[in-house]
């Protein structure tokens, strides 16, 4: 596998289910994040992890909640989420700017389509 | 608040000619510059990036960036109707500061 790979593709899930996605990179990057794209609305950035870390996190609800294990793997987990969470969700991953390499350049996966009933 | 705009679109150009999406962004701090295209249920894949005042180009494809006036924007010369997309500016300054426009809708119309 290239690039950043995101699992599951689709996903229906009840507003009781707990469910989790997962994203990884194989570009050697160490930064990663979650974004969620509703229908005719921008990005919304949701979570960003650097060297592990969590280094900010945009008041998302908190039925929403990442978990980084390495700088490879990144998980959103799901749980007593609402009809209006239903969208893509998009993971990226890029090198640290400090490091030099293009400039921070994010590399997006295909994204989960989630819908909740 | 760190914003960038643009402006929704559709813009509809005829098969080739020179489709012009443009992008301002309000932090002055603002370093890079990149231009996305994102088709319809797809996630967002990179054309180009720019960080220096001035033209950029890459085959079909040129970044204009103006950094005094805060704007960048992308030419896509000899538009074909598979350009035909949302395309994303973004903006980062240094780290993860990263931030995204709603984007333009582009319509080339054969």
């Known amino acids: 596998e290239t690039g950043v790979t995101q699992t599951p593709r689709h996903l229906v899930m009840g507003m009781t289910n707990k469910k989790s996605l997962k994203c990884e990179q194989h570009?050697?990057?160490?930064?990663m994040y979650w974004y969620k794209q509703s229908a005719k609305k921008p990005l919304e950035l949701m979570f960003v992890?650097?060297?592990?870390?969590?280094?900010e996190n945009n008041s998302v609800p908190s039925r929403f909640s990442p978990e980084c294990p390495n700088s490879s793997h990144l998980f959103l987990h799901l749980h007593t989420l609402q009809p209006e969470d239903s969208a893509l969700y998009l993971c990226?991953?890029?090198?640290?700017?400090?490091?030099?390499?293009?400039?921070?350049?994010?590399?997006f996966g295909p994204g989960t389509r989630l819908l909740v009933l | 608040q760190k914003e960038v705009e643009q402006n929704s679109g559709p813009l509809s150009v005829p098969e080739g000619a020179i489709a012009s999406l443009n992008c301002t962004y309000s932090?002055?701090?603002?370093?890079?510059f990149f231009w996305y295209r994102q088709y319809s249920g797809k996630s967002p894949e990179l054309i180009m990036f720019?960080?220096?005042?001035g033209d950029k180009e890459d085959g079909r494809f040129t970044a204009q960036l103006n950094k005094a006036s805060q704007y960048v924007s992308l030419l896509i010369r000899d538009s074909q109707p598979s350009d035909s997309a949302t395309y994303l500016c973004?903006?980062?300054?240094?780290?993860?500061?990263?931030?995204f426009g709603p984007g333009t809708r582009l319509s080339v119309l054969p």
């Open positions: 720019i960080y220096s005042n």
């Open positions: 570009l050697g990057h160490n930064a």
């Open positions: 932090d002055r701090g603002s370093q890079s």
């Open positions: 992890y650097s060297l592990e870390e969590r280094v």
């Open positions: 990226a991953s890029s090198q640290d700017i400090l490091a030099g390499d293009e400039f921070g350049t994010q590399y």
């Open positions: 973004a903006v980062n300054n240094y780290g993860q500061n990263f931030v």
